[in-house]
C-alpha cells in the first residue's frame, strides 16, 4: 500500500485547507485510514480515521467540529478537510492506513505511511 499525502500550505488563523490522501495498491476491501499530525516539540497525535468499507469516522477531541474526514471509494483518496484553523493545529500532517484496526488507534498500529504535508496557521 502506498499513501500519497498533499494539500498543506499557509494559512491565516480561521481560515480552511483541505488535504488529501491518495492510496494505491490494496488488496482487500477493508482498510482504516487516518490522519496524524505531529507539532513541533511535540509526539505524533491521531487526529481523525474512516474506514474504507463502512466509512465510519472517528475524530480527537482537538479537532471534533472542525474538520471533517471523507473517502472517495472510487479515487482511493480520503480527504480531511478543516475549517476554523487555530495556530495550534500547525503541524507536518500524515495518513496512515492499516488493514485490521478499527478507529483512531495509537500510531505504531498503522502499517502504512504517507510522506508527510506541511500545514502552518499564521497571520
Known amino acids: ?3 500519497q499525502a498533499s494539500g498543506g500550505g499557509l494559512v491565516q488563523p480561521g481560515g480552511s485547507l483541505r488535504l488529501s ?3 494505491s495498491g490494496f488488496t482487500k476491501n477493508y482498510y482504516n485510514i ?3 499530525r505531529r507539532a513541533p516539540g ?6 481523525s480515521s474512516i474506514t474504507t468499507t463502512d466509512g465510519d469516522t472517528y475524530y480527537a477531541d482537538s479537532v471534533k ?3 471533517t474526514i ?4 472510487a479515487k482511493n483518496t480520503v480527504y480531511l478537510q478543516m475549517n476554523a484553523l487555530k495556530p495550534e493545529d500547525t503541524a507536518v ?3 496512515a492506513a492499516d488493514g485490521e484496526i478499527y478507529g483512531l488507534g495509537p500510531y505504531w498500529e498503522f502499517d502504512y505511511w504517507g510522506q508527510g504535508t506541511q ?4 497571520s
Not at 70 to 73: E, G, I, K, L, Q
Not at 119 to 122: E, L, P
Open 21 to 23: 490522501c491518495a492510496a
Open 1 to 3: 500500500v502506498q499513501l
Open 65 to 67: 467540529g472542525r474538520f
Open 93 to 95: 500532517y500524515y495518513c
Open 42 to 47: 511535540k509526539g505524533r497525535e491521531g487526529i
Open 119 to 122: 500545514v502552518t496557521v499564521s
Open 70 to 73: 471523507t473517502r472517495d471509494n
Open 34 to 36: 487516518a490522519w496524524f
